[in-house]
């Protein structure tokens, strides 16, 4: 445990000495949105989960005329459970379209599982508010959702909070899976620098099948440079 907390202190302590930049997320909790890196930065994320999968860790990146994603998630909702990458293309100004691969292979336990991801994001801004849709479908070669390829339909709001650096955050995640169950996540944004954010997940409810319902229930800090 205090290792998670050295690494996230450290992930914050260094991005206080690094140059900022204002640019928009390419993330709000665990759903993608239309977004994209400006050329040539790197944003990292650290993932914590106080319910369940511990600490998990993100890259992106600026490149190739879009962005690079590097283990874009963790296995808690429709993240994968293994390494992955992706990339996301910026089409026009608020949708996005994406695509992710995770492959595994596992020779001491005879393990092995490839998995796709292909999604798209809806991004749109009036005022203070910001709604965002992403539907994905992801496969399910590890057997993480019942080995069952999956529809997601993940929508969240954000509304800031003027003078204050902070944000309320209201997410929702549906799904067709019937080995899960609609995950609902409430909390909030701090950015206390333009070049970093941290997301608190302080209410988590993934149903009954989900069994993983906490509070808090996740802290995502981004640093980007």
């Known amino acids: 445990m205090k ?25 709000v909790f665990f759903e993608q949105t239309a977004h994209t890196l400006p050329k040539d930065s790197v944003s990292v994320d650290l993932e914590y989960s106080f319910i369940s999968s511990g600490l998990a860790t993100g890259v992106r990146g600026g490149a190739f005329g879009g962005e690079v994603m590097l283990n874009t998630a963790s296995d808690s909702v429709s993240g994968f459970a293994f390494t992955s990458i992706g990339y996301k293309a910026s089409l026009q100004k608020g949708f996005s379209l994406y695509g992710v691969v995770s492959y595994f292979d596992d020779e001491l336990s005879n393990f092995s599982a490839t998995d796709f991801a292909i999604g798209g994001a809806f991004t749109v801004k009036t005022g203070d508010l910001q709604f965002n849709i992403n539907p994905e479908l992801v496969t399910d070669d590890t057997g993480i959702r019942g080995g069952d390829n999956t529809i997601f339909v993940k929508g969240s709001a954000m509304f800031n909070l003027k003078n204050t650096g902070t944000s309320l955050i209201a997410e929702v995640i549906l799904e067709n899976n019937d080995f899960i169950d609609t995950v609902i996540n409430l909390g909030g944004r701090w950015q206390p620098k333009n070049n970093v954010y941290v997301d608190l997940v302080l209410y988590s409810d993934a149903g009954d099948f989900g069994a993983t319902t906490g509070i808090p229930g996740y802290v995502i800090v981004n640093v980007k440079f």
């Open 3 to 27: 290792t998670i907390y050295r690494i996230v202190l450290t992930g914050l302590l260094s991005a206080i000495t690094c140059s900022a930049f204002a640019v928009d997320s390419s993330r």
